[in-house]
């Protein structure tokens, strides 16, 4: 059984920047993407940032603010959020594409606000 382990999350306000951590039971390079996405209040679960073997693709409210970036060696992925605004409020989760299916972590509470 994988399992992915979010953390990093918390309260921050407007413009400031938060680093969410996803820890994998095993080895990263054995997924073919891994991601993250976030879910707002009322709202369905939306790509924010996938990182694969042809590099990184971005949801576009999070381009030029989010990085995402990955340690094979701890086998950890990594999203860095600058700039943060009240609308990235959300519980974001890390996802790990395999052959045959996408793991998902529990997620992890990212509330801006002032």
């Known amino acids: 059984q994988v399992q992915l382990v979010e953390s990093g999350g918390g309260l921050v306000q407007p413009g400031g920047s938060l680093r969410l951590s996803c820890a994998a039971s095993?080895?990263?390079?054995?997924?073919?993407?891994m991601g993250w996405y976030r879910q707002a209040p009322g709202k369905q679960r939306e790509l924010v940032a996938v990182?694969?073997?042809?590099?990184?693709n971005y949801a576009d409210s999070v381009k030029g603010r989010f990085i995402i970036s990955r340690d094979n060696d701890k086998n950890t992925v990594f999203l860095q959020m600058n700039s943060l605004k009240p609308e990235d409020t959300a519980v974001y989760f890390c996802?790990?594409?395999?052959?045959?299916?996408?793991?998902w972590g529990q997620g992890t509470q990212v509330t801006v606000s002032s």
């Open positions: 996802s790990g594409s395999g052959t045959s299916r996408t793991y």
């Open positions: 990182i694969h073997i042809g590099g990184t």
């Open positions: 095993r080895s990263i390079t054995s997924f073919f993407a």
